[in-house]
């Protein structure tokens, strides 16, 4: 078996840093306004070491046909930056602790909601970015089943657990009612302070499912679209 270059691990290691801190902050009533900070502005930097890391897909931008597969990435990864940059933004005009040291006065109305929409927004993008790439992912697991046995019942499950997964997901995603924050037809978020922990969590990873289920089959779908071009290296 070939042996992973540094610069791939680097990669995946700052993709799983990027998703569980975004999981944490999304449960913000549990952990407090000083955590939630420290950690969004680590997500940020996170963020950033991902575009350098992925240099080469911001040369290739303006080089080649843009297939709809291509196209659908561009798309997905362009709102997922602009999501970020409004968490930065707004972050930063809430800040109370790691950059009170600015003194920002006025725009806290806008920022809050800002932050609101960007956020739950920033959750459902990052997921569908995740699923762009699952197909990776999946091809380490299906390498890591040896016997062609096991890799034909793996054909199978993946898909029939990704199902389950993105419809118990769906029924979450609306009972949580995360579309009104999306759209702003609320200006406040209902915080649950005494829910356990892990049932959050758990609600929070099968939404995350859905979106990369419906993400991955979506770009499956557009690969097979006529104008196929050779894609960007992966990230």
Request: aromatic share 14%.
């Amino acid at each position: 078996m070939k042996s992973v270059r540094p610069k791939t691990v680097m990669k995946m290691a700052v993709d799983i840093l990027m998703t569980l801190a975004l999981l944490f902050l999304m449960g913000y009533q549990f952990w407090g306004d000083a955590a939630h900070e420290w950690v969004g502005t680590e997500m940020f930097l996170l963020f950033i070491v991902h575009h350098i890391l992925n240099g080469s897909w911001h040369r290739n931008l303006l080089h080649g046909r843009y297939s709809p597969s291509r196209l659908f990435m561009l798309i997905i990864d362009a709102l997922v930056f602009l999501s970020m940059i409004g968490l930065m933004v707004s972050g930063i005009m809430l800040s109370n602790h790691v950059f009170s040291f600015l003194e920002i006065r006025g725009g806290m109305s806008f920022a809050r909601l800002l932050h609101m929409s960007s956020s739950y927004w920033g959750f459902v993008l990052m997921s569908l970015h995740l699923g762009l790439h699952w197909g990776m992912l999946l091809g380490m697991i299906k390498r890591a089943l040896k016997r062609e046995q096991n890799a034909g019942k793996g054909k199978r499950l993946f898909p029939a657990l990704g199902a389950v997964t993105a419809l118990c997901g769906l029924t979450v995603f609306i009972r949580r009612n995360l579309l009104a924050y999306m759209l702003l037809r609320t200006q406040f978020v209902f915080l649950d302070f005494q829910e356990p922990v892990p049932l959050f969590y758990l609600d929070y990873l099968t939404m995350m499912g859905t979106f990369i289920f419906l993400s991955y089959y979506a770009s499956c779908f557009f690969r097979g679209l006529p104008g196929k071009i050779p894609q960007l290296r992966s990230r």
